[in-house]
């Protein structure tokens, strides 16, 4: 079977490795992660949670609690991919189909275009029928800022903010990993995304717990954030003109990576980024982002949903053409 399967890629260019990639990006697009289903993500955050009050508990200097970050991230990240791996192969002994199967469906599991998109539709939808307080509702569900006072202008900035930073960490950069080393890579990626988003803080308790997380995820999301901002470049249509306001305010936001991407998607839709928010009744001011030649409309946020997907459509063709060539990548389990 394994063999007959083989001979029916080769027909269609396309071998075991990229069919994977293909058909987990294929399920993410269509199917997305169903809310209350099971996800990796909520098992990983258990973990994180339950390793976050046994180290706040037995280590009490800055030091100790470094290290112990550390570590925990480590386990996280590796145990992540090694499990991964491991559930793959042993249902590859089993049978081949249910395998792989199993294969693109977790591969799927880390990617977030639909669940992104339907994020922004769900708040999108109310607002654009005139319920302010339902689209602030959905809204609290998707971002840290509070959001019961916001109007219509700061909701939507809200909404193209979360897409435009999401566009890079959910969608681009575990696709990004994937081509190179499949699930464990994949999985091992959105485990230190996790991390970042649950411990990587500056404020207390996580000051010295997350420095380590905060850190390996900046680096880690890099190089696909720089594709992102590229690639966004390039669909606009205004390459130079996006590169240049990028240069000059992406470098204001403390962040190396969600500042670029904002002020990528800002630059492409003529629109301004940042301002102030406010988290738990503290306002805070970030860089503005762009040039507020228009302003962000819902048909706005639509433009740049279409952006993302064009990105991660990019992307993909060019992990499967490079397959292709030299079998690069190792996006199954062998």
Request: glycine fraction near 8%; aromatic fraction near 10%.
């Amino acid at each position: 079977m394994v063999a007959d399967f083989a001979g029916w890629l080769t027909i269609f260019s396309l071998d075991p490795a990229a069919t994977t990639l293909v058909t987990a990006s294929v399920i993410d697009y269509i199917v997305g992660d169903p809310w209350g289903w099971p996800h990796p993500v909520r098992v990983m955050g258990w973990t994180i949670a339950i390793g976050t009050k046994v180290i706040l508990h037995y280590c009490k200097t800055p030091l100790a609690q470094r290290i112990a970050g550390v570590l925990l991230a480590i386990g996280i990240i590796g145990g992540s991919g090694f499990v991964s791996w491991g559930l793959v192969y042993l249902a590859l002994r089993v049978n081949y189909w249910l395998g792989f199967s199993l294969q693109c469906i977790m591969l799927a599991s880390c990617f977030a275009g639909k669940s992104l998109r339907d994020a922004a539709i769900a708040v999108l939808s109310p607002l654009e029928a005139g319920n302010l307080q339902r689209a602030r509702d959905a809204l609290s569900l998707y971002v840290g800022r509070d959001t019961e006072n916001l109007n219509e202008a700061e909701i939507l900035r809200a909404v193209l903010e979360t897409v435009a930073e999401n566009s890079t960490d959910g969608v681009i950069a575990p696709l990004f990993y994937a081509a190179i080393g499949g699930l464990p890579l994949a999985m091992a990626y959105k485990a230190a995304s996790t991390l970042d988003s649950t411990i990587g803080y500056k404020e207390n308790p996580y000051t010295y717990l997350g420095w380590f997380s905060a850190k390996l995820e900046d680096v880690l999301t890099w190089l696909p954030c720089r594709y992102t901002v590229l690639s966004v470049a390039i669909f606009s249509g205004h390459p130079l003109r996006v590169w240049q306001i990028c240069s000059r305010d992406a470098p204001q936001d403390p962040s190396p990576n969600s500042g670029w991407s904002e002020c990528a998607f800002a630059a492409a839709l003529q629109v301004q980024l940042g301002g102030i928010n406010t988290y738990r009744g503290v306002a805070k001011h970030k860089p503005l982002l762009g040039n507020a030649i228009a302003p962000i409309k819902p048909e706005t946020i639509k433009q740049a949903l279409r952006l993302m997907q064009l990105c991660m459509f990019l992307l993909l063709a060019i992990a499967v053409a490079l397959m292709g060539v030299g079998g690069w990548g190792l996006a199954s389990v062998r």
